[in-house]
């Protein structure tokens, strides 16, 4: 005499024919599966295993010298018109006998934003009567914001300078922001930095120095 399984006699109760058990079995072991490996991910994205990690913010990269464009002969540089922080006008023409570091730059560039500080430092660093940064806001809005972001960012060493109009930019024929373009004694080109740099790097403010000892030597 054949005894009958109990599991058959169970599924067929239930309605359930073994494939359909096995169907959720396999379900159930899924199911199991994926709560264990959500919970080693969201540990690991907490800092407390070795899943994924948690994400950090980045600054724009700053690049190096390499990117410096230096002209074969000085070439003339128009005489720029801006505003300094007490709306008064000033031309370009008024730095002739220093080396001058033209930056222009804006609120609304990252780019530009992120390498204020260094050029702050270089300022602090190599600004004397021989050598300047002139940084020229082309916030068309005018020099509020400028000014909020220089006491944001302990910006103590340049002079506030704001060009509303923005001609700046066509006059030096820039294709964008932030374009730093490097003066002899004469007011002449003699260098221009395409994008960000680290300035206060040593690479690049050795570099500077060279400029300036080079620039003495023709005016």
């Known amino acids: 005499m054949t005894r009958r399984d109990d599991s058959h006699d169970t599924g067929e109760r239930m309605g359930l024919s073994p494939l359909r058990l096995g169907f959720y079995a396999g379900l159930a072991v899924l199911s199991l599966a994926a709560g264990f490996l959500a919970a080693f991910l969201i540990k690991g994205a907490d800092g407390g295993g070795e899943g994924i990690p948690p994400q950090t913010e980045t600054r724009p990269a700053l690049a190096n010298v390499g990117k410096l464009i230096r002209r074969p002969e000085p070439q003339p540089v128009p005489d720029l018109t801006f505003k300094d922080a007490g709306g008064n006008l000033r031309h370009l023409s008024e730095w002739r006998g220093k080396v001058v570091l033209l930056n222009l730059w804006a609120t ?94 040593p690479g690049v403010a050795a570099m500077i120095e060279g400029l300036i000892l080079e620039a003495g030597t023709r005016g």
């Not at 994008?195 to 206060?200: F, M, N, Q, R, T």
């Open 108 to 201: 609304w560039c990252a780019p530009c934003k992120a390498e204020m500080p260094s050029l702050d430092r270089l300022q602090a660093k190599l600004g004397s009567g021989e050598f300047t940064v002139l940084a020229i806001s082309q916030d068309r809005t005018g020099p509020n914001k400028p000014a909020s972001f220089f006491a944001g960012e302990g910006i103590e060493h340049l002079g506030l300078y704001n060009d509303s109009a923005a001609a700046a930019i066509a006059e030096l024929k820039a294709s964008g922001l932030p374009v730093s373009v490097i003066l002899d004694r004469q007011g002449l080109e003699i260098a221009r930095q395409l994008g960000p740099a680290e300035w206060d790097s």
